[in-house]
């Protein structure tokens, strides 16, 4: 089976936030799990998104559905080191794109991991994907 290969331009990043590894993100083999890098890339999509003045859902039903996740990590992490998450934007389609995320050890800069999330809009109200709203790709597309 083919290993996936992740690679992002630099540019496309415009956030970023950092977050430490707690000692409840260690796995039996004693560094980050990939589910608790899975949560904390969660939350940074959620940062990015708040501090753009958006929400995950608006109030009109219409919000931002994961619908795939590839993760490729590059090196462990450990208890208690700080992580620093880049967030950006890319390859948008008329319902979605790609959120991408490079995740570095904050102090030394190593590569921990590169990701990327999937999304569309989704109409939870008509349960059916929804366009992207033109707000949106117009703050984020080039």
Do not use: W
């Amino acid at each position: 089976m083919a290993r996936i290969k992740l690679a992002f331009p630099d540019d496309v990043f415009c956030f970023e936030t950092k977050m430490p590894v707690r000692i409840t993100d260690i796995n039996g083999a004693n560094h980050l799990g990939n589910d608790a890098l899975i949560s904390m890339l969660s939350e940074a999509r959620a940062q990015f998104l708040v501090s753009y003045g958006l929400q995950e859902a608006g109030n009109d039903g219409v919000g931002i559905i994961v619908t795939d996740l590839a993760t490729m990590y590059q090196s462990e992490s450990f208890f208690p080191e700080m992580l620093r998450f880049e967030v950006g934007l890319m390859d948008f389609n008329n319902y979605g794109g790609d959120f991408v995320f490079r995740v570095t050890k904050a102090e030394s800069g190593q590569p921990v991991a590169l990701a990327k999330y999937g999304f569309v809009f989704f109409d939870y109200r008509k349960k059916q994907v929804a366009p992207m709203p033109e707000a949106f790709r117009s703050r984020f597309s080039d």
